[in-house]
């Protein structure tokens, strides 16, 4: 039965398109929604709506739908929309009225907020574990062959000497920060909704909502009933916006490690296991990984621009399009971790060629440096500016016209 069912016959086809993806993507929410319907039990009970048995058995059932759901037992029909309904049906299946009372004092509005928060802190803690994990693999890197020189580049040409080192810390200072941006996140999520109903509060019944978020590890309580709906899609666009950024060094990280590993600069070596193959030419070694993690990160700030989009003009309040932010929310998180996990274990086997980098540090890397060395002589900066640029100019037409020679004579 559905929890909003009042007897009479709804469209099948209504109801299908209706609950959209939902049955899937709430077995990610389920051990969430448990997680809240326990701490509202125990509620209920407080405030004298449930008894002492009562409660016993909604634990028991509660626990019994978190253990048939880690052996991958536990499904939700398509015609119960949800895991809030899902729940409901198997605790009255299995304890009568007991099942009927859980309910009491909550709405699916915020039994999904209070779930989807439980998740998101849980996956932005993954999201930062996967961070460290990322960053160990840049700096045993940088240890290896921090020393090795590097062609630093601007406009995609020669700019001045740098070191694999800086190259490689470079991501993991932007990793960091990365780190704190989701701190900042979860900070702001980390507010119970739970006992706001479906967005102006509960009547009748005094809820004990600092009980409901103690239990459930929230810092503090939404206070602002209507205020907890509006943060549905505000803080889920907030949270990609974070792993965005994280995406964003992945993707740039990315593309580094493929010009460098290119035959023309050959500074990195991809090993062959971390690569596939082209169907028709034998010799190819390519780098897909590392093209579909550059990818994803499109994919993710799209996910947020979904959100934003799709919940501007809307009145304060629930509206079912909030339904459609639980799977952009998902499956960046999956993005992210997934491509986090992914380039520590590439970092992890880049072998870097020390003589090519060596062989790469062509004179005109170091013109500023010789410029420079002039203004610590005396001579003003624009005029050792334009001095040394005649001289590389002159240098490099120097070895064009030996190039035409040899190719000639």
Not at 296 to 306: A, C, L, N, S, W
């Amino acid at each position: 039965m559905k929890l909003w069912d009042k007897g009479y016959k709804i469209d099948s086809r209504i109801l299908e398109f209706s609950a959209g993806n939902d049955p899937i993507i709430d077995l990610q929410l389920l051990p969430f929604d448990i997680e809240a319907s326990i701490a509202h039990a125990k509620m209920l009970k407080k405030i004298k709506v449930l008894k002492s048995l009562e409660l016993k058995k909604l634990l028991k059932g509660l626990n019994e739908i978190k253990r048939l759901n880690k052996q991958g037992k536990f499904s939700i029909r398509p015609e119960e929309e949800d895991c809030h309904t899902a729940i409901e049906n198997y605790l009255t299946k299995n304890f009568g009225v007991i099942g009927k009372k859980i309910h009491t004092g909550r709405s699916r509005n915020d039994q999904v907020l209070a779930a989807l928060r439980l998740y998101e802190k849980e996956k932005i803690k993954e999201t930062k574990k996967e961070i460290l994990v990322f960053n160990a693999a840049l700096k045993k890197l940088a240890k290896k062959f921090g020393k090795t020189p590097l062609p630093g580049y601007t406009h995609m040409r020669k700019a001045m000497p740098t070191t694999v080192k800086d190259w490689l810390e470079c991501y993991a200072q932007s990793s960091q920060d990365n780190v704190f941006l989701l701190d900042c996140t979860l900070e702001l999520i980390d507010k119970s909704p739970l006992g706001t109903g479906a967005g102006f509060g509960v009547p009748v019944f005094k809820l004990d909502r600092k009980m409901t978020a103690r239990l459930m590890k929230f810092s503090k309580v939404l206070d602002n009933p209507i205020y907890a709906q509006l943060t549905r899609g505000k803080f889920e666009s907030s949270i990609i916006h974070a792993l965005s950024q994280v995406m964003f060094d992945l993707n740039k990280l990315s593309s580094d490690i493929i010009l460098f590993s290119m035959g023309e600069f050959g500074f990195l070596d991809l090993p062959k296991e971390i690569c596939t193959g082209s169907s028709m030419m034998p010799q190819k070694k390519n780098p897909d990984v590392l093209e579909l993690v550059r990818g994803k990160y499109h994919i993710v700030i799209g996910e947020e621009f979904k959100i934003k989009s799709m919940l501007a003009n809307l009145i304060a309040g629930f509206h079912r399009e909030m339904q459609l932010t639980k799977e952009p929310v998902i499956a960046s998180f999956d993005a992210t971790i997934n491509s986090l996990k992914i380039m520590s274990l590439v970092v992890s086997k880049l072998r870097v060629d020390k003589e090519k980098c060596k062989r790469a540090m062509s004179p005109e890397l170091y013109a500023t440096e010789r410029a420079y060395k002039l203004v610590k002589e005396g001579i003003p900066f624009r005029e050792a500016y334009k001095k040394v640029g005649k001289e590389y100019a002159k240098s490099q037409s120097s070895i064009h016209d030996k190039y035409l020679i040899d190719q000639h004579s």
